[in-house]
């Protein structure tokens, strides 16, 4: 018969293989922004996690960036954002794993206009959840140092939509 010790270990050891391999499973999350600028000007967008950069990114109108990942299976995934066309730039956590994980159902398809992002509604099939921009804290970004990725899992391409 097996101890407590062993019952333990095995189960420890069988969370550990299912956070390890949560991607091999399909459960992998989609996070794709699309320029909606109704002046026609690119948008310039650079998003980043804690441990990865996805580098800078422009997109002309309708286009779109997208990337995939697996998230954490300790629930605090967090991708942030940082935009720019003209004189204007905003800062917006594109993905916060805890706010997105059920109501993007593994599909964040974001559309960016010059008020804010709108999330597309699973339901509706329109982009009609807008949120505000982030507020600029003093002393730099309000995203620095949060958030947990395994950058094995991440894939991104950038796409005429």
């Given at each position: 018969?097996?101890?407590?010790?062993?019952?333990?270990?095995?189960?420890?050891?069988?969370?550990?293989?299912?956070?390890?391999?949560?991607?091999?499973?399909?459960?992998?999350?989609?996070?794709?922004?699309?320029?909606?600028?109704?002046?026609?000007?690119?948008?310039?967008?650079?998003?980043?996690?804690?441990?990865?950069?996805?580098?800078?990114?422009?997109?002309?109108?309708?286009?779109?960036?997208?990337?995939?990942?697996?998230?954490?299976?300790?629930?605090?995934?967090?991708?942030?954002?940082?935009?720019?066309?003209?004189?204007?730039?905003?800062?917006?956590?594109?993905?916060?794993?805890?706010?997105?994980?059920?109501?993007?159902?593994?599909?964040?398809?974001?559309?960016?206009?010059?008020?804010?992002?709108?999330?597309?509604?699973?339901?509706?099939?329109?982009?009609?959840?807008?949120?505000?921009?982030?507020?600029?804290?003093?002393?730099?970004?309000?995203?620095?140092?949060?958030?947990?990725?395994d950058s094995k899992h991440l894939k991104?391409?950038?796409?005429?939509?």
């Amino acid at each position: 018969m097996f101890s407590f010790q062993r019952y333990l270990f095995s189960f420890v050891l069988l969370v550990f293989l299912a956070h390890s391999c949560h991607g091999l499973f399909g459960e992998k999350a989609h996070v794709r922004i699309i320029n909606g600028l109704n002046t026609g000007e690119d948008l310039n967008l650079q998003c980043k996690s804690k441990d990865d950069d996805l580098g800078p990114h422009t997109l002309g109108f309708n286009k779109f960036f997208e990337f995939s990942f697996g998230p954490s299976f300790w629930k605090n995934t967090l991708f942030f954002c940082r935009f720019w066309w003209g004189n204007e730039y905003h800062h917006f956590d594109i993905y916060k794993q805890k706010r997105d994980e059920d109501r993007c159902l593994k599909k964040c398809w974001w559309f960016v206009q010059a008020t804010g992002p709108c999330l597309l509604n699973a339901t509706s099939g329109a982009y009609d959840i807008c949120e505000e921009w982030n507020q600029e804290l003093q002393g730099g970004s309000s995203q620095v140092g949060t958030g947990i990725y395994d950058s094995k899992h991440l894939k991104s391409i950038e796409k005429v939509g």
